[in-house]
Nanobody, 115 residues
Framework: QVQLVESGGGLVQPGESLRLSCAAS??????MGWYRQAPGKQRELVAS???????NYAGSVKGRFTISRDFAKNWMDLQMNTLKPEDTAVYFC???????????WGEGTLVTVSS
C-alpha cells in the first residue's frame, strides 16, 4: 500500500524559510513532486524531480525553492526560502509509481506566510 506522509508546514513571517518533507513507502517511484492549493484556486505544480534527478520549478518559486530527493530512503524535501504571503497554501506531496504510472497524493500540510 502506497503511503505519502508530509511534514514541516507551519506559520512563518514573510522572508523566512521552511522545509517540507515527504516520506514515501509501498512502491518505487519515478517522478515525485510538490503541489500547492491556495484558497479558491486550483492545485498547481510547485516543483518536481525525476528519478534521474532532473528538476522542474514553477516560475513563481524558481530561485527561492529547492527540491531534493533521497532515493534510498524514498524521501523528498522542499526547501522554501524567502517566503511570501502568496506562498500560503496547502502543500501536497505527489509520487508516480515506477512502471504502472499511478499517481498518489499525501494529505497535505498547511503553509501560512503572514506578518
Amino acid at each position: 500500500q502506497v503511503q505519502l506522509v508530509e511534514s514541516g508546514g507551519g506559520l512563518v513571517q514573510p522572508g523566512e524559510s521552511l522545509r517540507l518533507s515527504c516520506a514515501a513507502s509501498g512502491s518505487f517511484f519515478s517522478t515525485m513532486g510538490w503541489y500547492r492549493q491556495a484558497p479558491g484556486k486550483q492545485r498547481e505544480l510547485v516543483a518536481s524531480i525525476t528519478r534521474g534527478g532532473t528538476t522542474n520549478y514553477a516560475g513563481s518559486v524558481k530561485g527561492r525553492f529547492t527540491i531534493s530527493r533521497d532515493f534510498a530512503k524514498n524521501w523528498m524535501d522542499l526547501q522554501m526560502n524567502t517566503l511570501k504571503p502568496e506562498d500560503t497554501a496547502v502543500y501536497f506531496c505527489n509520487a508516480r509509481t515506477l512502471g504502472t504510472n499511478d499517481d498518489y497524493w499525501g494529505e497535505g500540510t498547511l503553509v501560512t506566510v503572514s506578518s
